[in-house]
């Protein structure tokens, strides 16, 4: 006779649902995270129209306590010189545009929808030769994380896809009715 293990229940392993559903809103509230900071990013490009973008450069030289006379200033200085309100303005749209886009993509991954994780998995899958190029011409740690978690989420989407699809197929291999019996 084999001893019963009891394990408190607040230790069990959750079923597979429950963690597809755990990774999907883990997954969805990371989208939802990059939407808050670029429609953040938007809102202070927004700001920008109408100002001095001189002075917003010299006051942003300051703070980052960068050398006014440096390489990296004078980047500043130069993409400023060609900034105007309908290059502002467009930007916004775009942080706007993308932001809601993650949004959409975050609520259909909370609501385990099957296009947000198509959605999902295409769109993290076009970024990977991009983060790929990135890391070829500057590797630092950030890119390598940034590049890890798109793969890991491309990789998890692929997954449910599949799994899906193989219940599909075995749904529709039980209600087939069996050959001779028709």
Known sequence: MKPHLHMPEHLHLPDKQQREKLGLRGVAAFEAIKGVLVLAVGFGVWKLRHRDIDDFV???VAFLHLNPGGHLSN???HAAGRVNDKNLMLVAIGALVYSLIRFAEAYGLWRARAWAEWFALISGAIYVPFEIHALMHHPNPVKWAILAINVAIVLYMAKL?????RARN????RL???????
Do not use: K, Y
């Open 161 to 165: 896809r599949m799994d899906a699809v």
């Open 75 to 77: 980047i500043f200085f």
């Open 176 to 182: 087939r009715p069996a050959e001779g019996q028709e």
């Open 170 to 173: 075995r749904r529709a291999h």
């Open 58 to 60: 010299d006051r942003l």
